[in-house]
């Protein structure tokens, strides 16, 4: 069955430093690949998404993602946070054959030190 | 362009009263989601819809939860009756189709049943 795994419930990180957070997947097929941003009393934001083509994907916000198909992972990165980034960040996968339902990762909150 | 729009904000009511809420989707967008997060269940699929068409109902709790979409620009998701382990955030989300396209999300109804 298809599944969307974040290990890291909670992160924290300090200003400035980089931060990658971790999503694995199990998918029969080639995925389609989504990460989404929650903060705080908001809906979720879409940051980024992979579907084909180059494995390295840019988004929003300054975060970028690599699909790694040897490795079912699809981890978010970003070379410096800001205070800001603090919020809640889902990795899904979406194009289950036969429906139009995403599978969303239990998420991992981001905490970030002044 | 309007992203989804979702009335109310905020709810509370008591338990066993009927619960309304409602969901504008993107124009042009023809897939409609409705999702409930709470902490301890994260986040959950009850329902979606293609073409106004209900396609998979299979997470909706219980027969005391419904959901129409009259048309491709109104959807609403009823409690009757509400119990306070309805207390949740609703969100609505669209797509203009299946799979590779990514889901926007609207800003949630947070739902409390006393």
């Known amino acids: 069955a298809q599944s969307v795994t974040q290990p890291d419930i909670h992160i924290t990180v300090s200003e400035g430093a980089s931060l990658e957070l971790r999503c694995n997947y199990s998918?029969?097929?080639?995925?389609?690949l989504f990460w989404y941003v929650q903060s705080p009393g908001q809906g979720l934001q879409l940051l980024l998404k992979y579907f084909s083509g180059d494995t390295l994907v840019q988004g929003i916000k300054g975060f970028e993602a690599e699909f790694k198909r040897s490795q079912s992972s699809f981890n978010l990165r970003k070379p410096s946070v800001h205070w800001s980034d603090a919020a809640e960040y889902f990795c899904?996968?979406?194009?289950?054959?036969?429906?139009?339902?995403?599978?969303f990762g239990t998420g991992t909150r981001l905490k970030v030190l002044a | 362009d309007a992203g989804v729009i979702q009335s109310p904000r905020h709810e509370v009511t008591e338990m066993g009263q009927e619960v309304t809420l409602r969901c504008k989707p993107i124009?042009?967008?023809?897939?409609l989601f409705w999702y409930r997060q709470t902490m301890m269940r994260g986040l959950e699929l009850l329902i979606y819809?293609?073409?106004?068409?209900?396609?998979?109902d299979s997470g909706m709790p219980e027969d005391r939860f419904s959901a129409k979409m009259p048309n491709a620009s109104f959807s609403t998701l009823k409690i009757q009756p509400s119990e306070p382990r309805d207390s949740a955030v609703y969100f609505c989300?669209?797509?203009?189709?299946?799979?590779?396209?990514?889901?926007?999300f609207g800003p949630g109804t947070r739902l409390t049943v006393t």
């Open positions: 989300a669209s797509s203009k189709g299946q799979g590779a396209y990514e889901q926007y």
């Open positions: 899904a996968v979406g194009g289950v054959p036969g429906t139009y339902k995403y599978i």
């Open positions: 124009s042009g967008h023809n897939s």
């Open positions: 998918y029969g097929a080639t995925p389609y």
């Open positions: 819809f293609n073409n106004n068409v209900p396609i998979d």
